[in-house]
T-cell receptor, first 112, second 114 residues
């Protein structure tokens, strides 16, 4: 079945550091890939998405590229801010297009 | 649209009591999902509906849990009787059909069973 594996957290960085959160997936067909962010006390909200191989999703300085050859969708940001502290979830949506499969989430803390 | 609306935001109840969580999806969305989030188990899909019909309830932990969607604008998740291990944050989400479309989440209901 479909699955998503994220790098283990928590991740702690200093402000302005470079961020990478690894995400790999297992799926049949051609899934769409998503990154969600969850701020404390809130629900998950979409950060970015990519729907086909080599697509790059981007938003708020975050980027991720759909790599079919390595089945990966790593999240990157060049310079993190304290306000980026949150839990980040990688997810895929199967070809049939109904449900999302989420990774376990990665807690990011950015210190001033 | 106001987004996915869940109520209540917080619920504290005693063990053995019935608990009902409510969700109003985004108008026009075809799918509705109920998730549970805990520190130990992360984010778990409990059940989801397509056009008000339950499609997969394999994630519902026990018979104490039930979910309904009587119409396109309302769904409930009921726990009867509740137990302390049911304490978690419960999220409702909705989406349009299609493999490119994202799910929109509500703010969640934090349930504490004492």
């Amino acid at each position: 079945g479909n699955s998503v594996t994220q790098m283990e957290g928590p991740v702690t960085l200093s402000e302005e550091a470079f961020l990478t959160i690894n995400c790999t997936y297992t799926a049949t067909g051609y899934p769409s890939l998503f990154w969600y962010v969850q701020y404390p006390g809130e629900g998950l909200q979409l950060l970015l998405k990519a729907t086909k191989a080599d697509d790059k999703g981007s938003n708020k300085g975050f980027e991720a590229t759909y790599r079919k050859e390595t089945t990966s969708f790593h999240l990157e940001k060049g310079s993190v801010q304290v306000s980026d502290s949150a839990v980040y979830f990688c997810a895929l949506k199967e070809t049939s297009g109904s449900r999302l499969t989420f990774g376990e989430g990665t807690q990011l803390t950015v210190n001033p | 649209d106001a987004g996915v609306i869940q109520s209540p935001r917080h619920e504290v109840t005693e063990m053995g009591q019935e608990v009902t969580l409510r969700c109003k999806p985004i108008s026009g969305h075809d799918y509705l999902f109920w998730y549970r989030q805990t520190m130990m188990r992360g984010l778990e899909l409990l059940i989801y509906f397509n056009n008000n019909v339950p499609i997969d309830d394999s994630g519902m932990p026990e018979d104490r849990f039930s979910a309904k969607m009587p119409n396109a604008s309302f769904s409930t998740l009921k726990i009867q009787p509740s137990e302390p291990r049911d304490s978690a944050v419960y999220f409702c989400a909705s989406s349009l059909v299609g493999r490119f479309t994202e799910a929109f989440f509500g703010q969640g209901t934090r349930l504490t069973v004492v």
